[in-house]
């Protein structure tokens, strides 16, 4: 009772919300790269928030399903098939014993999620189910999956109410710029008045660079006013160092826990979804807001998703009027 790999994409690993309370000891906290689309994932089944998905990254991975479940696909566009037919993506998919699911490469976006209602049977290790191949801990044996894998399910649920209302408007990545709203600091006064310029008035483009630790951009040089060396100290997801050679590194899921380069700005959370969702070539600008806006911000996604489940926990309009039109007809033939 569960899933089969029968191809494992480029880059797919077990993943939930990371692993909380250890870098003081050096393990990274891991977890999803796109938290909204994790989150959305996980709103269409009534999972649990923190439920363990398969996180995939350019091209996805082939399944085979062992018992009926549902599923939920979110993240970039991959162009998913069941059995070779289309399969509608941010949408309760049921799926029988025997289906297969396969992806294509990514149409637009760079990583996608699968969540399952029957929850993925993967070890809690130091509180989380996540994969930290740098380490070798968590998930599927430590590592990414790949062919021949087998994971079972925890349990078996294979029915939700309101099942037809389970659909949500994609998510699209297909854009080739991207605004991406940063805090300023902790150490921008170790950069000059010209270097602050360059940083928030230039294009910057994604390199080949990019993985889940972190996407160094290429891009005019950030000047510091003497060095960008600092006495190593914590990051966090959406830092942005700045190296002696003037480029921004934007920290992501699995960085480092410290790091030796000031860090000119951070990320807003809001906005790590379109860092992370990009491709190389792919250009971004950075426009900076102060830590108040960026709450507001972090806060209209609270409600936004409390919305979405409002909207699939409510009968589906098309029953509501096929059942509007039977009555008609029942009155008209009394």
């Known amino acids: 009772m569960g899933i089969r790999i029968l191809k494992g994409g480029m880059y797919t690993t077990v993943q939930d919300l990371g692993r909380t309370g250890y870098q003081s000891?050096?393990?990274p906290v891991?977890?999803?790269?796109?938290v909204r689309s994790f989150k959305i994932a996980n709103l269409?089944?009534?999972?649990?928030e923190n439920e363990a998905?398969?996180?995939?990254?350019?091209i996805g991975p082939t399944l085979e399903f062992t018992s009926a479940t549902i599923v939920a696909i979110t993240g970039g566009d991959f162009q998913p098939e069941v059995n070779g037919e289309p399969a509608p993506m941010y949408t309760a998919l049921y799926m029988n014993k025997g289906d297969i699911l396969k992806f294509k490469s990514a149409r637009t976006?760079?990583?996608g999620y699968i969540a399952f209602s029957s929850y993925l049977d993967i070890p809690v290790v130091m509180g989380s189910r996540c994969t930290n191949t740098k380490s070798g801990i968590g998930g599927f044996k430590g590592r990414k999956l790949q062919a021949g894998d087998y994971i079972n399910f925890r349990i078996k649920r294979r029915y939700l109410p309101f099942f037809l209302s389970r659909k949500l408007e994609l998510d699209e990545f297909d854009q080739e710029e991207a605004e991406i709203r940063v805090i300023m600091g902790?150490?921008?006064d170790m950069f000059s008045r010209q270097g602050i310029e360059t940083f928030l008035n230039s294009e910057y483009t994604v390199t080949s660079d990019f993985d889940r630790m972190g996407c160094r951009l290429e891009g005019p040089f950030i000047a510091q006013k003497e060095t960008s060396d600092i006495i190593s100290d914590g990051t966090v997801f959406g830092s942005v160092q700045v190296p002696s050679h003037g480029k921004p590194i934007i920290l992501l899921a699995d960085r480092q826990t410290t790091g030796g380069y000031a860090k000119i700005?951070?990320?807003?959370?809001?906005d790590i979804p379109k860092v992370v969702q990009r491709k190389t070539d792919h250009?971004?600008?950075?426009?900076?807001?102060?830590?108040?806006?960026?709450?507001?911000?972090?806060?209209k996604e609270v409600q936004e998703l409390d919305g979405m489940r409002r909207i699939i926990h409510q009968p589906c309009k098309e029953v509501l009027e096929c059942r509007l039109v039977a009555k008609r007809l029942r009155k008209l033939f009394e």
Do not use: C, H
Request: proline share 4%; aromatic share 8%.
């Open 30 to 34: 891991a977890g999803v790269m796109d």
């Open 44 to 48: 269409l089944l009534d999972n649990p």
């Open 283 to 299: 250009k971004i600008r950075f426009r900076a807001i102060t830590v108040e806006e960026a709450q507001e911000l972090y806060l």
């Open 53 to 58: 998905v398969l996180e995939f990254t350019l």
């Open 265 to 270: 700005a951070t990320v807003a959370s809001v």
């Open 186 to 188: 902790p150490q921008d």
């Open 25 to 27: 000891q050096g393990f």
């Open 109 to 111: 976006g760079s990583r």
